[in-house]
């Protein structure tokens, strides 16, 4: 009997047939596939659990702003500054800040050296003179009394002495008029925008500036340990003068360690204080600065206004030390998530009354297995300049595809 051959129209449906199912089975594939993309690039989330990072801020007092004047606070360590009608006013004998930067930064000065000398003149005891007829804070001279730079500084920062200014001035710049001129460009260059020089003293009602500003220019000039050395004493002794009182309120008293202080009848009370503060194991200084105090012998009313103001703000800091592996939270996938935490012991210090939240985490974008001791973050903190390396405290993987499926 002869065989059956299939004929050419059959065989090519069962080819067609066969076909189809092979695209069926891709395009299935390919569907379940591409439902499966998103969850096989999806990140690891993150729960914070520590309370003192979710509670920060929590227990904070208010500051104790002044009834009256203009009043800001500066802690640079701590990335805080916070003020209160800060509006320009004139600043008296706060001008001598400006007088010292720019005569350290024409003449520089070290610890331990005096700098260029000058002889006083019957120019200059006649300027004294004149100063104590119109009430203006001076210092006894003596025409041929010999100074240096470190007295005229001693002279100026401690008894605030107008002649001193003068003086310095000279020494510096040739003339008074050629100094404010450079008081006035270094104003600009370091972008004080509030504040402008008419004169080396602050005597002038046109010398002025906002209570910002002054902060910023405290900071500044406390940057030099000559500057520190000589704003905390609470005496300094002079070649004529002999021993003379500072004007600073409270310098010497617990953590206060200057700066400047001044008065007018047109400006009223004014004090840029720095107090001092443990951080870390550093010590940072806090800046306190009211204008426009009034009362008594207006420096008395400043004074306290801004001791006041500076113990406030240092109420609000928070302190906390953390230990290595000390748990910040969680990170993974659904119900598999391992705990991550410090990578080294840290003590960190933030203000209560910041803004914003202190904190702020940085996580890498983990898609795949996490291992043990892997850093997986940081941990930033206002005011602090090295971010903290927060790392896995275990191994944890992310469900395989067929678990996600299951």
Same mark, same amino acid.
């Given at each position: 009997?002869?065989?059956t051959?299939p004929?050419?129209a059959?065989r090519?449906?069962l ?9 069926g089975a891709?395009?299935?594939a390919?569907?379940?596939l591409?439902?499966q993309l998103p ?13 003192? @990072? ?5 227990n904070?007092?208010?500051?104790a ?9 500066d802690?640079p ?8 009608? &800060?509006r ?5 004998s706060l001008?001598k $800040?400006m007088t010292t ?5 024409r003449l520089?000065l ?5 700098g260029?000398?000058l002889y006083?003149?019957?120019?200059d005891l006649?300027?004294?003179q004149?100063?104590?007829r119109v *009430?203006?804070s001076?210092v006894p001279v003596?025409?041929?009394?010999r ?5 005229l500084?001693?002279g100026?920062l401690v ?5 001193y200014? @003068?003086?310095l001035a000279?020494?510096?710049a040739g003339?008074?008029?050629?100094f404010?001129?450079m $008081?006035?460009a270094?104003?600009?260059?370091l972008?004080?925008r ?6 080396? #003293? *602050? ?12 902060a910023r220019?405290?900071a ?5 340990a000559?500057v520190?050395? =000589? ?5 300094v %002794?002079?070649p004529?003068a002999?021993?003379v009182?500072?004007?600073t ?8 360690v200057?700066?400047?202080s *001044?008065? %007018?009848d ?5 004090? /840029?204080?720095? $107090?001092?503060?443990?951080q870390?194991?550093?010590t940072?200084?806090?800046?306190? /600065?009211?204008?426009?105090?009034r009362? *008594? ?6 004074? &306290? ?6 113990t406030?703000?240092?109420?609000n800091?928070v302190v906390? %030390? ?15 998530s391992?705990?991550f935490?410090f990578a080294?012991?840290a003590?960190v210090t ?10 702020t ?8 297995? =996490?291992?043990r001791?892997?850093?997986v973050g940081?941990?930033?903190i206002a005011?602090?300049?090295r971010a ?8 944890v #993987? ?9």
């Amino acid at each position: 009997m002869a065989r059956t051959t299939p004929r050419p129209a059959a065989r090519r449906g069962l080819f067609i047939r066969f076909v189809a199912m092979l695209l069926g089975a891709a395009v299935a594939a390919g569907l379940v596939l591409s439902m499966q993309l998103p969850l096989m690039h999806h990140r690891a989330s993150v729960r914070v659990t520590l309370p003192s @990072l979710v509670g920060a801020g929590a227990n904070s007092t208010p500051l104790a702003w002044p009834s009256i004047g203009g009043a800001a606070i500066d802690i640079p360590a701590l990335g805080v500054t916070q003020v209160w009608h &800060n509006r320009v006013r004139p600043i008296a004998s706060l001008t001598k $800040m400006m007088t010292t930067y720019v005569a350290l930064k024409r003449l520089p000065l070290g610890p331990g050296e005096t700098g260029p000398c000058l002889y006083v003149t019957s120019d200059d005891l006649a300027e004294y003179q004149y100063e104590q007829r119109v *009430g203006q804070s001076s210092v006894p001279v003596a025409v041929g009394e010999r100074l240096c730079e470190i007295d005229l500084l001693n002279g100026l920062l401690v008894r605030s002495g107008g002649n001193y200014a @003068l003086m310095l001035a000279t020494m510096v710049a040739g003339s008074p008029t050629a100094f404010v001129e450079m $008081m006035n460009a270094e104003a600009v260059a370091l972008g004080l925008r509030s504040t402008h020089y008419d004169d080396v #003293s *602050g005597f002038s009602t046109l010398s002025v500036s906002d209570a910002l500003d002054q902060a910023r220019l405290a900071a500044l000039i406390m940057h030099s340990a000559l500057v520190r050395s =000589i704003v905390r004493q609470v005496s300094v %002794t002079l070649p004529v003068a002999g021993t003379v009182a500072s004007f600073t309120p409270f310098v010497g008293v617990g953590d206060v360690v200057g700066v400047k202080s *001044g008065r %007018t009848d047109a400006a009223g009370g004014c004090d /840029v204080m720095a $107090m001092t503060f443990r951080q870390g194991g550093y010590t940072r200084l806090a800046y306190a /600065v009211v204008l426009g105090q009034r009362g *008594g012998d207006l420096l008395g009313p400043a004074g &306290n206004a801004a001791y006041a103001l500076a113990t406030s703000a240092l109420a609000n800091r928070v302190v906390a %030390t953390y230990a290595r592996g000390d748990v910040v939270g969680r990170i993974g996938w659904a119900h598999r998530s391992v705990a991550f935490g410090f990578a080294h012991s840290a003590e960190v210090t933030w203000w209560a009354l910041h803004d914003s939240h202190p904190f702020t985490l940085h996580m890498r974008p983990l898609v795949s297995t =996490i291992t043990r001791g892997e850093v997986v973050g940081w941990l930033s903190i206002a005011g602090l300049t090295r971010a903290l390396s927060l790392v896995a405290l275990g191994r944890v #993987s992310p469900p395989s595809i067929w678990q996600r499926l299951l």
